[in-house]
């Protein structure tokens, strides 16, 4: 049973730009949620989407969305990047909130 | 603020030492996670207690869930190097909420 995905694994942006984030959930898992980790801050929730739909967000500007696909595979993306935003960025799959399946993560860091 | 607090916050010990990492909120939860994470890599579930008072054994860690579901440990008996890392206690909370974790070192 594959994992869940996440690509690409590094990336080096520029303040200013914009970035997309790609998660593919473990096959039959609809729930996707998102973290930020960083060393301060530790890992801060984003946001959850069930079956395409946003079920929860977290507490995070406007500048970071997401979505997700009807085959379950989410994205999200970051706008107007700021050195701040530099963090590993998690994807994790359930099926019940008994446990999360995580990613390798994204490793963003802004320039 | 966190919901979950975790202690302490690092822990270096030697190879065969025993040791035990807590999580305490005061909030109840209906079920708590553990997790283990390496350099580079998400969180790897290791356990989900469920009933307050629950103890669960995987190998040399045991788990307890507090009676009133607001706390949880995890003990460690006679650590490895490869039990270094970063452990995190994790609730559901309408999303799931993360402790800030032990950083712990395992030295040979």
């Known amino acids: 049973k594959a994992g869940v995905t996440q690509t690409p694994r590094y990336l080096i942006k520029t303040r200013g730009q914009q970035v997309t984030l790609s998660c593919s959930p473990i096959s039959g898992h609809r729930s996707v949620s998102w973290y930020q980790q960083t060393p301060g801050q530790g890992l801060q929730f984003l946001f959850e989407?069930?079956?395409?739909?946003?079920?929860n967000k977290g507490n995070f500007p406007g500048r970071f969305s997401g979505r997700q696909f009807s085959n379950s595979r989410s994205e999200m993306n970051v706008s107007t990047l700021e050195l701040g935003d530099s963090a590993l960025y998690l994807c994790?799959?359930?099926?019940?909130?008994?446990?999360?399946?995580f990613g390798s993560g994204t490793r963003l860091t802004v320039v | 603020t966190q919901l979950l607090e975790q202690s302490p916050q690092f822990l270096s010990i030697q190879e065969g030492e025993n040791l035990t990492v807590y999580c305490n909120s005061s909030s109840v939860f209906s079920s708590l996670q553990w997790y283990r994470q390496e350099p580079g890599e998400g969180p790897v579930l290791l356990v989900t207690v469920v009933t307050g008072g629950e103890v669960k054994k995987l190998k040399r860690l045991t788990f307890q869930f507090g009676d009133a579901r607001k706390d949880s440990s995890l003990h460690i008996t006679a650590a490895q190097p490869g039990d270094t890392g970063l452990y995190l206690c994790?609730?559901?909370?309408?999303?799931?909420?993360f402790g800030a974790g032990t950083r712990l070192t395992v030295k040979p």
């Open positions: 994790a799959s359930s099926s019940s909130l008994h446990g999360y399946t």
């Open positions: 989407y069930f079956s395409e739909t946003q079920r």
């Open positions: 994790a609730g559901p909370n309408n999303d799931m909420r």
